[in-house]
């Protein structure tokens, strides 16, 4: 039997799929956690299922890609199956690459599910057929750094979190307490790593996916 935990937000949608997979009997749903946190804790304590089914954008500071980069890190035996609504190719990239074995979508059948749970259990991968992705592709992504995944200073991350709340570089100095060309600095770097020239750019590309609301 195939043990799954579900980590999403909406409480809703845990407990619908989880009824929906109740009926099949070899799978076996042993956790339901809404957060990014709670995910983590419940491995960390010895919860390890077989399939997580995984959410990316969580409230409480832990997206899914943080709970995926730490599973990955720690090479737990977890197979990462992402059910998301962010269709943005950057975020789907980014759980690639991070060790996910399938991607799919919240408005997709749930009659498909015990299949694609399965199929990754057994070691295959399923990507969503809305993606088309050729397993040329597939080993690409995989193999291909990106760079605001992988390679963000903290400081970066808090000018991010700054701007988005609408804060212009000087306010943003004072409140680092950073100099003002520090901040310029750090958004140079970001515009390099997101493939973005502009603050309003920067802002839209995190929030494509996920990061921010």
Not at 7 to 32: H, M, P, Q
Not at 67 to 84: D, E, F, G, R, T
Not at 198 to 212: A, C, E
């Amino acid at each position: 039997m195939v043990t799954v935990m579900i980590c999403d937000d909406d409480v809703a949608l845990i407990e619908g799929v989880s009824y929906f997979l109740k009926k099949f009997k070899t799978i076996n749903v042993i956790e339901k956690v809404n957060s990014g946190e709670a995910c983590i804790q419940l491995i960390e304590a010895g919860v390890i299922p077989d399939i997580l089914v995984l959410d990316i954008r969580m409230p409480n500071g832990i997206s899914g890609y943080s709970v995926a980069k730490y599973i990955m890190q720690k090479k737990y035996p977890i197979k990462i199956i992402v059910l998301s609504m962010l269709d943005d190719l950057n975020a789907i990239k980014a759980m690639m690459r991070l060790g996910v074995k399938g991607y799919i979508f919240k408005a997709e059948n749930l009659n498909d599910y015990e299949f694609i749970i399965q199929s990754v259990y057994q070691g295959n991968e399923y990507y969503s057929k809305i993606l088309n992705f050729s397993l040329a592709q597939i080993e690409e992504i995989k193999k291909t750094p990106i760079a605001w995944l992988e390679n963000m200073h903290p400081q970066e991350w808090e000018v991010i979190l700054s701007i988005a709340n609408d804060k212009a570089q000087k306010e943003v100095s004072n409140e680092l307490n950073i100099s003002t060309s520090l901040v310029s600095k750090r958004l140079k770097s970001l515009f390099t790593k997101t493939g973005t020239n502009t603050s309003i750019g920067l802002i839209k590309f995190f929030k494509s996916v996920g990061l921010i609301k």
